[in-house]
């Protein structure tokens, strides 16, 4: 697999709930891609995540296949931010 492009950031942000990636990065005008407009669907918002997230939801675990799930790939749309996490967007 040929990586064209990484992006990684890092933000420390407060959030009074618990929102999912995909809901902060837009706070932040982060773009991810997403045909679905986040209701996991598409599997377009994949992205690797560690820390303090959710565990996976039905749509990950029907969208993102096992050895992906092991390797720390989430969709950015249903992983639920709990803590300190570092996501990492492939373009
Ligand atoms: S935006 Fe479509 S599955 Fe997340």
Redesign the pocket.
């Known amino acids: 697999m040929t990586i064209s492009k990484l992006v990684k950031f890092t933000k420390l942000v407060e959030i009074k709930k618990d929102k999912t990636i995909?809901e902060v990065a837009e706070d932040f005008n982060i773009k991810?891609?997403?045909?679905?407009?986040?209701?996991?669907?598409?599997?377009?918002?994949l992205v690797k995540a560690t820390g303090m997230l959710s565990e996976p939801s039905k749509?990950e675990l029907k969208?993102i296949n096992e050895k992906k799930l092991s390797q720390g790939y989430r969709?950015?749309?249903?992983a639920v931010i709990l803590g300190d996490v570092e996501v990492i967007m492939e373009e």
């Open positions: 995909y991810i891609k997403a045909s679905c407009d986040g209701k996991g669907k598409c599997g377009k918002c749509a969208l969709l950015a749309c249903e």
